[in-house]
C-alpha cells in the first residue's frame, strides 16, 4: 500500500504562490489517482482537484480553475499542486489522497490512503 507524505505549505501573502508536493511511498505510485483535497477551520474537508494515473487528465473545483494546477511525475512518485493567485479563503490543511486510477470528480470516500496534511495560511 502506498504512503503518502505532502509538503511545501506555508504562509503567504494574497496573490502569490506556493507549490504542494506529495511523495508516495511504494512501487505502484503509478497506477493510482491522486487528488488533493483541503479543510479549513470549522469547514467541512472539499475537492480541489484531481488527476488521472498517467496524468493525461485533470480535475478541478470550479473555485481554483485558472488558479490551481495539479501534475504528477510517476518517475519521482510525487504528486505536485500549484496555486497561484492565493486568496485568504485558500487557507486551509491541505491533504493528498491516492484513489482509483480515473477519479474524477469522486468524493473523499472514494480515496483509500491520505496523507498527514501540510497547511496553507495566506494573509490579507
Known amino acids: 500500500q502506498v504512503q503518502l507524505v505532502e509538503s511545501g505549505g506555508g504562509l503567504v501573502q494574497a496573490g502569490g504562490s506556493l507549490r504542494l508536493s506529495c511523495a508516495a511511498s511504494g512501487r505502484i505510485f503509478s497506477t493510482y489517482g491522486m487528488g488533493w483535497f483541503r479543510q479549513a477551520p470549522g469547514k467541512e474537508r472539499e475537492f480541489v482537484a484531481a488527476?488521472?494515473?498517467?496524468?493525461?487528465?485533470?480535475y478541478y473545483a470550479d473555485s481554483m480553475k485558472g488558479r490551481f494546477t495539479i501534475s504528477r511525475d510517476n518517475a519521482k512518485n510525487t504528486v505536485y499542486l500549484q496555486m497561484d493567485s492565493l486568496k485568504p479563503e485558500d487557507t486551509a490543511v491541505y491533504h493528498c489522497?491516492?484513489?482509483?486510477?480515473?477519479?474524477?470528480?469522486?468524493?473523499?470516500?472514494?480515496?483509500?490512503?491520505w496523507g498527514q496534511g501540510t497547511r496553507v495560511t495566506v494573509s490579507s
Open positions: 489522497a491516492a484513489g482509483p486510477p480515473e477519479p474524477g470528480y469522486s468524493a473523499s470516500n472514494v480515496y483509500g490512503v
Open positions: 488527476i488521472n494515473w498517467s496524468g493525461g487528465r485533470t
